[in-house]
């Protein structure tokens, strides 16, 4: 098992930055792909990025590309997503994710879920 708690989420203007970090316990976290979701409302659960166990693979939507940026510290159990230039069709809840790497990894990021999840914590981005 692995428990994710997302932290960093509130209220920003549009042009704004915010910085989402998720801690992870449980299972060796290195070995895992770790990843960041949305969902606004009406709409779909999207991954936005993900990026693998070694940090050296990656994945971002369209949406958010030159704009956001994952990263990971395998030494502190903790995932970020650095967020610029938001706009306000950035805002949703966001969670963390992860999964196995031999299950889930950036090249699959857009197109399969992973098995663990975070609780979400909400992004506002005001106009």
């Known amino acids: 098992q692995v428990q994710l708690v997302e932290s960093g989420g509130g209220l920003v203007q549009a042009g704004g930055s915010l910085r989402l970090s998720c801690a992870a316990s449980?299972?060796?976290?290195?070995?895992?792909?770790m990843g960041w979701f949305r969902q606004a409302p009406g709409k779909e659960r999207e991954c936005v990025a993900a990026?693998?166990?070694?940090?050296?693979?990656?994945y971002y939507a369209d949406s958010v590309k030159d704009r956001f940026t994952i990263s990971r510290d395998n030494a502190k159990n903790t995932m970020y997503l650095q967020m610029n230039s938001l706009k306000p069709e950035d805002t949703a809840i966001y969670y963390c994710?992860?999964?196995?790497?031999?299950?889930?990894?950036?090249?699959?990021?857009?197109?399969?879920?992973?098995?663990?999840w975070g609780q979400g914590t909400q992004v506002t981005v005001s106009s």
């Open positions: 990026i693998g166990w070694s940090g050296a693979s990656t």
């Open positions: 449980g299972r060796t976290f290195s070995r895992y792909t």
């Open positions: 994710a992860a999964d196995h790497f031999l299950t889930w990894s950036p090249l699959t990021a857009g197109r399969r879920m992973p098995g663990y």
